[in-house]
DNA sequence: TCAATAAATGAATCGGGTTCAAAAATAAAA
DNA sequence: TTTTATTTTTGAACCCGATTCATTTATTGA
């Protein structure tokens, strides 16, 4: 029964090319002034093949999505374990991680935005569309490994699990907003800094400032800090 | 001539009204799921009549995303002059900052967001338009504001207006990104803080870190601190 | 070689943004 | 007030692009 098989690999094949296809002509063109026509052409097929191997328009979207989510899964296991092996610092781990947050932005970046900016944004169908979950749980589960590493760093000092999850999305958001501005503008020809160095002083300067309590200026009239107290909800 | 003034004000006051209707809409329905149809309806007015007012779907959208810079600005003015007169500290004054950010993203967001993820998601056609125009004119007034603060407070010892200018996109990036992680978090129900305690804290933490160049830790191969030593690109 | 099945096509459908000719309302003129 | 001009408003028609589907073409297994 080789034949299956090889129609199953073709198949996954073809996916992926008409994938990189649409992911070409998105870039140059961006999502919604892109026709199925022009991605169809772009692949070498008719429209109405599109549809045996994605459900829409937006499961291209969310797919590729998917595609960068696991490829930075991936590189963060990776950053992960080898930090483990080498005993580096917090700081050298951050550092390596927003690369890898980078790496997977530029080329995916627009996707995953648009599904974080909004799902609102997404027709509704879609929600409930396979890719999504998937893109959900690979996306959770870098976010858990995230907060392993956090809850095992000392220098965090976060006492459980719900504490590190905050500095998890801290730390998220604050790389999010970072590729977001330096991405934008001109892929950071407004900074004076190459790409490398921007992330080196982001982390540096922004990300270890979560990991240490000890701030030399408090806040004016609310003394708390990250973890000592908890306003009552 | 007062029946033209009179007929002035009440198409603006339409275009208010048809403004708010459709910001009601997408609020619920997300904007690429919202008809025209919706928007017509809940603002009582037939489908045509929206074209008098704005020039399509995604003019009413730019719209949107400038009345709440419009609204932010003024609030940003409002909270630099306080502190010029009080003589208020940069964290002081970076925190009353991050609330009109947050005040300015909660009802508006959605629309800012879709511009600045990526120009590209947007018609090209609408890239000429006015009002995309004048948001982009109100946006760099707020950036050059908090340019001319940042220059002003030697806390971050920004050497020159270049370097100020870096440090601005810094904290917008910060607050975009963080922002976008607490709203997207269930406003903020995955954290154990209300917004005000999160908005403290992360100016705190975090956007304090940025104007403090003693840190106690330095990065491992890279000595430079932000302003310190410039990468030759 | 010949069914049977799968892959591929592109014309038809359908929804929604946009346009437009015509109706309704309002203002100006007589 | 009546008439004419202008402005506002309407909703049906238009058009583009995503999606569907009947049909054709290619592949497989007998």
Redesign the interface.
């Known amino acids: 029964m080789g034949v299956k098989e090889r129609k199953e690999r073709e198949k996954l094949q073809r996916s992926q090319d008409i994938l990189e296809a649409a992911r070409r002509v998105f870039e140059s ?5 892109t026709t199925l026509q022009d991605v169809a052409k772009e692949a070498e097929i008719s429209v109405g093949l599109i549809y045996r191997y994605f459900q829409s328009k937006e499961d291209m979207f969310a797919s590729l999505a998917l595609k960068g989510a696991e490829q930075f899964d991936k590189n963060l296991e990776s950053t992960l374990k080898k930090s483990g092996r080498k005993k580096s ?1 917090a ?2 781990v951050l ?1 390596d991680i927003a690369k890898a947050f980078f790496d997977f932005y530029s080329p995916y970046g ?1 996707y995953f ?2 599904l ?9 169908v879609q929600i409930q569309g396979s890719t999504l979950t998937r893109l959900m749980s690979v996306t959770l589960g870098s976010l858990d490994k995230l907060k392993t590493f956090i809850v095992e760093s000392a220098e965090f000092r976060a006492k459980n699990e ?1 504490e590190a ?2 500095v998890v ?2 730390l ?11 991405d ?2 001109g892929r950071g020809h ?5 790409r490398e ?1 921007f992330i ?11 990991a ?9 009239e ?1 003394k ?3 973890f000592d107290e ?2 009552d ?1």
């Not at 309590?213 to 004016?220: A, F, G, H, I, L």
């Open positions: 063109k961006g999502f919604l002034n610092s700081q050298a550092t627009e935005d648009m974080l900016y909004s799902y609102k944004g997404l027709k509704q719900d999850l905050q999305f801290l998220w958001g604050i790389l999010l907003g970072c590729h977001k501005i330096f934008g503008s407004l900074f004076a800094f190459s160095d080196t002083q982001v982390v540096h300067q922004v990300m270890v400032g979560i240490k309590n000890e701030s030399t200026s408090q806040p004016k609310d708390r800090v990250f908890r306003p909800l």
